[in-house]
């Protein structure tokens, strides 16, 4: 089947860094890829859908000036953190949709583990 | 009211037990997901479905879009079933995002 990766599986850093997470669709073409945050014991709640070449559509409560989406090509998108706070300390997991697959066809990478001291 | 519930929340079951997980949802959908995430966090999509049954190895899913239901079944439970599993619907569209139920957390003894 489809396969998403992301990078790193776990970062630590220190607060007030920024921090940038990859998601890549490794054997089809994703016009369409999606970030979601998961606290502990909580179920995922999605934070933007990235379209490749355009802005990304953010949910409400989640600031676009501090988690960067780019989207820049049909395999790859990647969402920055910047200016970590420990509260931003979360695991992160993108998802994919297969361009060429039926439109509710999804794909998750692994997940990125982010702790900030 | 969550637009996707879950049930149970917590279920511990013996090996070699038939398990069922239940989902409801109050939104029309195009496609459920069921997904499975083991304690290291990571992510595995079970089934897609949009009607009817699906069966993959000891894993059943079945879908109800009239009752707005589907349960996801697991036969000769193992020790290495023991995950969270989670529902999500999607409600269809260009952009596709899924709700997600909170998961059913599962723990299968020896």
């Known amino acids: 089947g489809a396969v998403v990766s992301q990078h790193p599986s776990r970062v630590i850093c220190k607060s007030g860094t920024s921090v940038k997470i990859e998601c890549r669709s490794l054997?089809?073409?994703?016009?369409?890829m999606f970030w979601y945050r998961q606290f502990p014991k909580q179920s995922l709640m999605l934070m933007a859908t990235?379209?490749?070449?355009?802005?990304?559509?953010?949910e409400q409560g989640v600031e676009k000036d501090k988690f960067l989406i780019n989207h820049a090509s049909l395999t790859l998108s990647t969402l920055t953190v910047t200016s970590a706070h420990p509260e931003d300390s979360s695991f992160y997991i993108c998802?994919?949709?297969?361009?060429?697959?039926?439109?509710?066809?999804?794909?998750f990478g692994p997940g990125t583990r982010l702790t900030v001291l | 009211k969550n637009e996707v519930e879950q049930s149970p929340q917590n279920l511990t079951a013996q090996e070699g037990e038939f398990i069922t997980i239940n989902c409801s949802y109050s939104v029309g959908i195009s496609a459920l997901h069921w997904l499975q995430q083991h304690p290291g966090g990571g992510i595995v999509s079970l089934f897609m479905?949009?009607?009817g049954k699906k069966k993959h190895g000891r894993l059943i899913a079945t879908i109800n879009i009239q009752e707005k239901h589907s349960s996801l079944h697991i036969t000769a439970s193992h020790p290495r079933d023991s995950a969270v599993y989670i529902c999500a619907v999607h409600r269809g569209g260009s952009q596709g995002n899924l709700i997600f139920g909170k998961g059913t957390k599962l723990s299968v003894k020896p």
């Open positions: 054997d089809f073409q994703a016009t369409t």
């Open positions: 990235s379209n490749e070449g355009s802005k990304a559509t953010y």
């Open positions: 998802s994919a949709r297969d361009y060429g697959g039926a439109a509710d066809t999804q794909y």
């Open positions: 479905l949009s009607s």
